[in-house]
T-cell receptor
Framework: DSGVTQTPKHLITATGQRVTLRCSPRSGDLSVYWYQQSLDQGLQFLIQYYNGEERAKGNILERFSAQQFPDLHSELNLSPLELGDSALYFC?????????????FGPGTRLLVL | SQQGEEDPQALSIQEGENATMNCSYKTSINNLQWYRQNSGRGLVHLILIRSNEREKHSGRLRVTLDTSKKSSSLLITASRAADTASYFCAPRGGSNFGNEKLTFGTGTRLTIIP
């Protein structure tokens, strides 16, 4: 158990809908990262937050948005959903700000868009 | 951040044998990390090796780093069925604060045959 929690574990929804994925980092970690893993794109970095502020942006689509709240949990919003958004979405956390830090991954949310 | 390229893409060995997988990268790094992913689950951090280190051990894992060749290898000794997983390397360079994201290649899919 990494200490990072993600909810829900599974999500089945339809195109055009909106979903919110939630992540709680390990106690004491200030940085939260979101990654997407799909069969065709592999494991890709989406976005990073550090202590409530966006720190780095990756291949995150404009239809997606994220935020980190004062209690340090983070949410990733996807809307409107498309078939190609079906993927595993991982959240990871680290203390924050240092290259040599380990990132601890949550179990992921499996999203299926029909 | 830069992407590592793992090689081979897939590897099957008998239980008890040693498994070696390699990682190559393109530009100078601060450190390189190895992660394991069991099917459909979150990534687990295995080991971090810094650019000024040549070899590091952790249990049955041995990681080497050759910065002149821009390559690293992960050796798993006395393999077990539970080692069946995908293995990813993540080279990291640049400055702190903004470069902490991990960039993954396609990984090495290791299968241990009982």
């Amino acid at each position: 158990d990494s200490g990072v929690t993600q909810t829900p574990k599974h999500l089945i929804t339809a195109t055009g809908q909106r979903v919110t994925l939630r992540c709680s980092p390990r106690s004491g970690d200030l940085s939260v990262y979101w990654y997407q893993q799909s069969l065709d794109q592999g494991l890709q970095f989406l976005i990073q937050y550090y202590n409530g502020e966006e720190r780095a942006k990756g291949n995150i689509l404009e239809r997606f948005s994220a935020q980190q709240f004062p209690d340090l949990h983070s949410e990733l919003n996807l809307s409107p959903l498309e078939l190609g958004d079906s993927a595993l979405y991982f959240c990871a956390s680290s203390v924050g700000g240092q290259l040599q830090e380990t990132q601890y991954f949550g179990p992921g949310t499996r999203l299926l868009v029909l | 951040s830069q992407q590592g390229e793992e090689d081979p893409q897939a590897l099957s060995i008998q239980e008890g044998e040693n498994a070696t997988m390699n990682c190559s990268y393109k530009t100078s790094i601060n450190n390189l990390q190895w992660y394991r992913q069991n099917s459909g689950r979150g990534l687990v951090h295995l080991i971090l090796i810094r650019s000024n280190e040549r070899e590091k051990h952790s249990g049955r894992l041995r990681v080497t780093l050759d910065t002149s060749k821009k390559s690293s290898s992960l050796l798993i000794t006395a393999s077990r069925a539970a080692d069946t997983a995908s293995y990813f390397c993540a080279p990291r360079g640049g400055s702190n604060f903004g470069n902490e994201k991990l960039t993954f290649g396609t990984g090495t899919r290791l299968t241990i045959i009982p």
